[in-house]
């Protein structure tokens, strides 16, 4: 399909918002109007419809469907939304939206996409690929949140919502089996209320072989075995206390993911020439396997106050990773070992209100420090290139404010909001290496910065409103961890972001359609941005801030019922990134010290990107029959700025075809039944995931193939 094509396609279905409303319930007499979402993006509950922020959320019924239980299976659902695994740990993931993201992951540099499980920020994208147990609710927020949500949110915000314990008593169980041996067996139990509390347990394994076979030593590569619980405690004190526990953990073990060749001739001699195949091959070659662990608590108390209702969430978190990854096809060449360590703390404390009719306000104080270990080294060929060890601590702490008026005299129809956030951060590392000369290196730098925001609210009718905001963010500074001792400091400085942004949100013909739209321009400064700096050695990178960048882009969110039970969904994102200047820091080229912007592209910011799936639900005698299809797109884009012989990347267009059939609510005396069959790539798309160059010699890795399988659920 052409460019053109794509996007007449997409522009034919008004594209938007794969999960943003769920239709109301299937049924006979209620199916042809569109239910109400409530939202929590701007730390109050609201309607989707009438917060003005471009935002996905998908409901738990919908990560049911598409089988969602971490961040990185809701990838191709969310356009303008980018998100691959990192290579050296597949359980990290790269974020970037709207073209904003950055495409390393260490312990001193932040992502610039912030990610929040019940409102607790996740420092490191280390494990962002654990599954979380019992998920309500995904909030997908595009755009710089500098107020509400604050530092490194340059991009956007995610927020993952999990479940709360409910007040009546149950028992879930579902099992599932699938093809290349994948099983999932997931327990939910609910204690109901007993008095004033109520809890909810919450335990997950599955397990699935790799699909690329290694017939030497060892598991097969991208082989997985997962395990998640939960543990979560609601005491309601009185009327106006409740007090909220939970207890977390996540494990993921097996080998990394496999890096084939695909142009090139390896300088690795046990590589044989001409090998490139597809990505569901198998390879001789020895495969070590990875580790990673997560677990956190947090502490939430709520007070409802004269001043409104006075909120404390507290939360500590840790992890560790142990990883191998092997970037010259599956033999001793090329090799990453990484140990990570990390420890967080965090204190907010919010106030969320009204003053009357006209005012509400949400105020807030933050709190953040975190402690990290970070060893890694590389070998070729078993020689070893670097031994280093990185101990690091930030710190971060932050006072907010937010402030609506509505007035009456205009029939509450307009709001205009006001807000912005001081953030000091704080950051120190030590770095050693047995490799390079100049012994320990200590270094330490601190930031600030004001995040003003503006928005304008205006509701024509009680169905349509647009609104216009204008929203600042930033991101801390760090150091550079990957490079020589001399390269470790100075540091790279903060990176800052200004968004200009109109939006419309609205209903038609009585509910039964939805249709967003947001378009955008930002304006990108001291951006940081990767760059390898010695082709003979790759492990050699440093981020540097290049220079500047504009980008420009619209999303447009449609949802409609065609008939009673059917139902389109839609979403399209458009990304225009161009760089403004760009310095090149690389001081093996001829280039070196020039402005190359150019010559640059913006990765990861595809041009298009779509998705359009239908739902269909109709009571029958036995049960209730479901059936979802859907289908994403993403234009071709490029992992680095650059794209030479010296490093980068460039990833096809692809298209992913997902369907899922279910018969639910079947009674069995008692026992609720559902019966599901979902597909997930159907039509065996091949797409590579990432790549790496080693010189002139390339190796990738590719996505799943298609899979397949059943889900049995009972509840009692």
């Given at each position: 399909m052409t460019n053109l094509g794509k996007t007449a396609l997409a522009l034919a279905i008004a594209a938007s918002c794969s999960a943003s409303i769920t239709y109301a319930q299937g049924v006979e007499g209620k199916a042809l109007s569109l239910e109400e979402v409530l939202v929590t993006a701007e730390k109050r509950e609201e309607s989707l419809q009438e917060t003005p922020i471009s935002i996905l959320a998908f409901s738990a019924e919908k990560l049911a469907r598409f089988g969602v239980t971490d961040l990185g299976d809701i990838s191709g659902l969310a356009p303008n939304v980018e998100i691959t695994p990192f290579p050296i740990s597949r359980s990290s993931l790269i974020v970037f939206m709207r073209g904003v993201g950055n495409n390393d992951s260490q312990s001193t540099q932040d992502p610039a996409v912030g990610v929040y499980i019940d409102g607790i920020y996740m420092a490191r994208s280390i494990g962002l690929t654990s599954d979380v147990a019992d998920l309500e609710r995904i909030e997908v927020l595009r755009g710089p949140q500098g107020t509400l949500y604050g530092r490194n949110t340059t991009g956007g915000a995610i927020n993952l919502i999990t479940a709360k314990p409910?007040?009546?008593?149950?028992?879930?169980q579902t099992v599932s089996r699938g093809n290349r041996g994948y099983w999932k067996s997931l327990t939910k139990l609910e204690s109901g209320k007993i008095g004033d509390v109520a809890a909810k347990l919450t335990f997950m394994r599955s397990a699935h072989d790799g699909w690329v076979k290694n017939t030497g030593p060892g598991r097969n590569f991208g082989e997985e075995d997962k395990t998640a619980g939960r543990f979560a405690l609601?005491?309601?004190?009185?009327?106006?206390?409740?007090?909220?526990?939970?207890?977390?953990?996540?494990?993921?073990?097996?080998?990394?993911?496999?890096?084939?060749?695909?142009?090139?001739?390896?300088?690795?001699?046990?590589?044989?020439?001409?090998?490139?195949?597809?990505g569901s091959g198998q390879w001789?070659?020895?495969?070590?396997?990875?580790?990673?662990?997560?677990?956190?608590?947090?502490?939430?108390?709520?007070?409802?106050?004269?001043?409104?209702?006075?909120?404390?969430?507290?939360?500590?978190?840790?992890?560790?990773?142990?990883?191998?990854?092997?970037?010259?096809?599956?033999?001793?060449?090329?090799?990453v070992n990484v140990d990570v360590d990390q420890e967080q703390i965090s204190q907010e404390f919010q106030l969320v209100g009204d003053y009357g009719s006209d005012i509400n306000y949400v105020a807030g104080l933050y709190y953040f420090r975190e402690t990290g270990n970070e060893m890694e080294s590389d070998t070729f060929g078993g020689f070893p290139l670097e031994n280093r060890q990185i101990i690091s601590e930030s710190e971060a702490q932050a006072i907010y404010g937010q402030i609506t008026w509505s007035p009456e005299s205009l029939d509450h129809r307009l709001d205009l909001t006001l807000g912005g956030r001081y953030t000091a951060d704080d950051r120190s590392a030590d770095k050693s290496s047995i490799t390079f000369v100049g012994g320990p290196q200590s270094a330490s730098e601190s930031w600030s910065n004001f995040n003003p925001s503006i928005t304008l609210d205006y509701a024509w009718t009680d169905s349509i409103s647009t609104y216009g905001k204008i929203v600042s963010a930033y991101k801390s500074g760090g150091f550079n961890v990957r490079s020589t001792e001399a390269g470790f400091q100075p540091p790279f400085d903060e990176e800052n972001i200004m968004s200009y942004e109109l939006g419309l949100k609205s209903t038609w013909l009585d509910r039964r359609i939805s249709f967003n739209a947001a378009a955008f321009h930002a304006e990108y400064k001291d951006m940081q941005l990767q760059q390898i700096t010695n082709n003979a050695t790759i492990f050699l990178t440093d981020v540097f801030n290049v220079g500047e960048a504009?980008?420009?882009?619209?999303?447009?969110?449609?949802?409609?019922?065609?008939?009673?039970?059917?139902?389109?969904?839609?979403?399209?994102?458009?990304?225009?990134?161009?760089?403004?200047?760009?310095?090149?820091?690389?001081?093996?080229?001829?280039?070196?010290?020039?402005?190359?912007?150019?010559?640059?592209?913006?990765?990861?910011?595809?041009?298009?990107?779509f998705t359009v799936g239908l739902d269909y639900e109709k009571s029958l005698r036995i049960g209730v029959l479901q059936a979802s299809v859907d289908y994403s797109w993403r234009d071709e884009r490029y992992g680095t700025a650059?794209?030479?012989?010296?490093?980068?990347?460039?990833?096809?267009?692809?298209?992913?075809?997902?369907?899922?059939?279910?018969?639910?609510?079947?009674d069995l005396g008692g026992v609720n039944l559902e019966v599901a069959a979902w597909g997930r790539n159907l039509d065996s798309e091949e797409y590579k995931v990432h790549s790496?160059?080693?010189?002139?010699?390339?190796?990738?890795?590719?996505?799943?193939?298609?899979?397949?399988?059943?889900?049995?659920?009972?509840?009692?």
């Open positions: 409910s007040d009546e008593a149950g028992i879930s609601r005491w309601d004190v009185n009327d106006a206390v409740s007090v909220d526990y939970a207890y977390d953990f996540s494990e993921i073990d097996g080998p990394q993911h496999f890096y084939q060749p695909i142009s090139g001739t390896s300088p690795n001699p046990a590589v044989p020439a001409n090998s490139s195949r597809n001789f070659g020895g495969v070590e396997p990875s580790e990673t662990e997560i677990s956190g608590h947090s502490l939430i108390i709520s007070a409802e106050t004269s001043l409104g209702v006075l909120k404390s969430i507290t939360a500590y978190r840790e992890l560790n990773e142990v990883t191998v990854q092997d970037y010259d096809a599956g033999t001793p060449g090329f090799r504009e980008i420009d882009g619209f999303e447009f969110d449609l949802m409609a019922v065609l008939v009673e039970g059917l139902t389109l969904q839609a979403s399209y994102g458009y990304t225009d990134a161009d760089f403004v200047e760009y310095i090149d820091q690389r001081p093996s080229q001829p280039t070196f010290g020039q402005d190359v912007s150019d010559g640059a592209v913006m990765p990861y910011a595809p041009e298009q990107s650059f794209n030479d012989d010296l490093e980068g990347f460039f990833l096809d267009d692809n298209g992913i075809v997902n369907a899922r059939l279910a018969l639910s609510e079947i790496i160059s080693l010189g002139t010699y390339r190796s990738a890795y590719f996505g799943e193939p298609k899979s397949y399988g059943i889900d049995l659920t009972l509840r009692f």
